[in-house]
Structure formats: C-alpha cells, structure tokens
Nanobody, 128 residues
C-alpha cells in the first residue's frame, strides 16, 4: 500500500522559509516520482513541481523556480519541498503525491489525475 505523510507546515512570516517533508512507505523513491501540489480553499489544486524516480531530475512551475526547490533522500524515503521568500499568497494546504510514469526520468506535476496516491496535506500559513 502506497502511503505518503507530509510534515513541516506551520505559521511563518512573509519572507521566511519552510521545508516540507514527504515520508513515503510501501514503495521507494526509485519506484515512484513525487509531485508537490498546493490548494487554497475554494480553488483547484495546483501543481508546484516534481522529482523523477530515476536520476532525481526536478521540474518546477516557472513562477516558483526562483523560490522553491525539490529534493529527496532515498535513504530516508523522504522527498522535500524547500520554500523560500514566502508570501501571504503561498498560504495553502500542501500535498505530495506518488506517480509512476513509464519513462523513469520524467515526472508530471500538472496532472493530479495521474497520481496513484496522496498524502493528507500539511497547512502552510504565511502571515505577520
């Protein structure tokens, strides 16, 4: 059974940083790519980026490339979303999800319908 658990959310001031973790079980990061999404209440879930299952290539939403970074530690079965220079509009519930593209070196973050499993999310609030 694929399981993902996000952590690291919380309250942060504008301009601050947070690192979200996504601990996976029931599979390894060699088997599945991990994508990160966020959802503001009342809005659709938005893909932020992803990391592939083969060489760890990362793909990020253009608008967030300067602030966000995705990484992984295979030994800890954990993927990370590092967020810097946070803004109030980053306030959302952040989710990680597992996907297994046919091509091991690619991943998708614009297709939530592709995901095989989701975490329950972690709330990030950016406010002074």
């Amino acid at each position: 059974q694929l399981q993902l658990v996000e952590s690291g959310g919380g309250l942060v001031q504008p301009g601050g940083s947070l690192r979200l973790s996504c601990i996976v079980s029931g599979f390894t990061l060699d088997d599945y790519a991990i994508a990160w999404f966020r959802q503001i209440p009342g809005k659709e879930r938005e893909g932020i980026g992803c990391i592939s299952r083969s060489d760890g290539s990362t793909y990020l939403l253009n608008s967030e490339k300067d602030r966000f970074t995705i990484s992984r530690d295979k030994g800890k079965n954990t993927a990370y979303l590092q967020m810097n220079s946070l803004k109030p509009e980053d306030t959302a519930v952040y989710y990680c999800a597992a996907d297994r593209p046919v091509l091991a070196y690619v991943c998708y973050y614009s297709r939530p319908d592709r995901m095989d499993a989701w975490g329950n999310g972690t709330l990030v609030t950016v406010s002074s």
